[in-house]
């Protein structure tokens, strides 16, 4: 059985993240790429959505993020669906969702920052606008837009 839905090859293992706000799909990729560096990527752009006009699909072999990372890819696409594949099964499929509060993932790009300095996690307060998300440094209080962590 194919899942068309998908528009993509199935894997037999890993995690494919759909609804990616059409642009982000890239950004999805070089965070992941971060994260695990050696990971097969398959990457759909400008896929044709009935709910978002067009949309960005990323599709990873072999790899299940922790909750942590899902926050960190969630800033990129704060409403993606994410298909957990097993066996060329979709065996289970959440949507992404933003943390109120991002600790210990993203660093304080603000070089002044007392966040550097201390032995502390890093600490934002999270705010979205619709597909953009903007974060709030618990400590120098200066307000960053996600582009600027791609
Ligand atoms: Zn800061």
């Given at each position: 059985?194919?899942?068309?839905?998908?528009?993509?090859?199935?894997?037999?293992?890993?995690?494919?993240?759909?609804?990616?706000?059409?642009?982000?799909?890239?950004?999805?990729?070089?965070?992941?790429?971060?994260?695990?560096?050696?990971?097969?990527?398959?990457?759909?752009?400008?896929?044709?959505?009935?709910?978002?006009?067009?949309?960005?699909?990323?599709?990873?072999?072999?790899?299940?993020?922790?909750?942590?990372?899902?926050?960190?890819?969630?800033?990129?696409?704060?409403?993606?669906?994410?298909?957990?594949?097993?066996?060329?099964?979709?065996?289970?499929?959440?949507k992404m969702s933003l943390?109120?509060?991002?600790?210990?993932?993203?660093?304080?790009?603000?070089?002044?920052?007392?966040?550097?300095?201390?032995?502390?996690?890093?600490?934002?307060?999270?705010?979205?606008?619709?597909?953009?998300?903007?974060?709030?440094?618990?400590?120098?209080?200066?307000?960053?837009?996600?582009?600027?962590?791609?």
């Amino acid at each position: 059985m194919t899942d068309h839905k998908l528009q993509v090859e199935a894997i037999q293992r890993g995690t494919v993240i759909d609804h990616i706000p059409q642009g982000n799909g890239i950004k999805i990729v070089h965070r992941i790429q971060k994260l695990a560096p050696h990971v097969r990527l398959t990457v759909g752009l400008n896929l044709p959505s009935k709910d978002m006009g067009q949309k960005d699909l990323v599709k990873v072999d072999d790899w299940l993020f922790t909750e942590q990372q899902a926050y960190e890819l969630a800033l990129f696409a704060p409403d993606a669906t994410i298909n957990v594949i097993d066996h060329y099964d979709v065996v289970n499929k959440y949507k992404m969702s933003l943390p109120e509060h991002l600790i210990g993932v993203l660093t304080c790009l603000n070089s002044n920052c007392i966040s550097h300095n201390e032995p502390v996690q890093s600490h934002f307060k999270v705010f979205q606008h619709g597909d953009h998300v903007q974060l709030k440094c618990h400590y120098c209080e200066r307000t960053f837009s996600d582009s600027l962590f791609a």
